[in-house]
DNA sequence: ACGGCAACAACTGTATACTGATTTGCGGAG
DNA sequence: CTCCGCAAATCAGTATACAGTTGTTGCCGT
């Protein structure tokens, strides 16, 4: 509160920090559908300038992450279509790396894989949605880190986050916990045998069941709200 | 010079049609690679502060067009490996979004394809590099603009944009023209008869050949100037 | 009570000013 | 002639100030 320090964080600029800080605290759903991110309220909290803020808001806005109205800046509704768009391109890109995952992880990445592996475990036993949700992004960032393509291992990261905002909604429920464990038990084997096909196969399904799980997911609950909407005509 | 309207331009904000000024000059080899971009000084030839300008340059560098140094912004300089992750990705994802296109493209995107194919052939005729470069730039443009899936749209053309800057220096060999117009000859085909398979073969192979010959005449570019390096030890 | 209009407020966008870090270039010592 | 170090310029980063635009609120007329 009274920290003469503009802000705690550790990287280079100010931009950087609060854009990393601003981005987690998406990925965490610290806001919701109808808050408004406004720069200089941000600043006052952190005790800086408008500047680094703004800056930080145009580039989650350039990376999706965000979108610009006139009034602050809002998360983005992804409609049905936006979301077959992202697992289209996803269904492009991880499958090709994980194969290359699968080469280059080393004995620390495994390790790591392991542990998120282990945390889904429990969390799909104890029906804990929020740490399925956790170790599920541990676990892909773990092999992302392997992948020796920048480019595309940051491509990667950025569309599954796009989803990843409206995916704990789905993880909440029981079938599709033991489904996204399943697929990493498979994935985690295939890393773990460095058998490059077998990560590219089992990354493809495991894809293609996330995207089946939301649009099913996303159906029910979008006609359950229907019939509540329905006296008030056309939804916002 | 003495305008008194700050920029030309017709786009919404500034930062926007300066962002787009910048790139369009980058696409066009407006700059060298030891040229420095520095804010102030394009915010005086233009007539506008620092602060679009600048926001502009951070926009190009996330998105990979510039790498920002503590004295102003540069191209960057792509090793051979950074092209190969940039083709990786491409081959990851242009030849679904041909597929695309060629089930959704209009009369026309057709028409324009057309054209773009008969300046290429104009271009490979008359070994006008130059022309070669531009019409295969209006011809991705054009089955780009027909794929539906914005993201994936977009992706593919910042990633083409990344290798094109240097493309135009392999356009200039008569044996990579052909290769070339032959490539868009078959995909042309591919759309007008909205073959989705053909498309995405002949993208793949077309990305395919577009790798090798940047591979071999930049192998031999390196092995020409290495001679003349020799003398000075570690290249900067 | 409801619809339209006007004044207001809350933002973004742009401009200007300041600061700190880093490179560059010059000068002196070895 | 070379190498070290210091001074000065340059430029990104941040702060503050101003303007323009749009959504919102409340009032007035119907």
Redesign the interface.
Known sequence: MSDERPFRGSGGSLRAQIYEDIRDRIHRGAFGASDRLVDVEIAGNLGVSRMPVR?AL??LT???YLVGTTRGFMLPTLTPTDVA??F??RR??EP?AAAHAARTLDAAGMERLAEALKDAEEAVETADAELLFQANVRFRRSWLEAVD????AS?IAR?ADHVQVVRLGTLTHQPTQAIVLAGMRKLYDAFTSRDSMAAFDHMTTFIQHAEERFVTLTRALETASDEGRRSQGQSQ
Chains 1, 2 share one sequence.
């Open positions: 800056e145009l580039q350039h990376e999706g768009n992202i289209e391109v492009c890109l090709r393509n920048d480019r595309l491509a569309f």
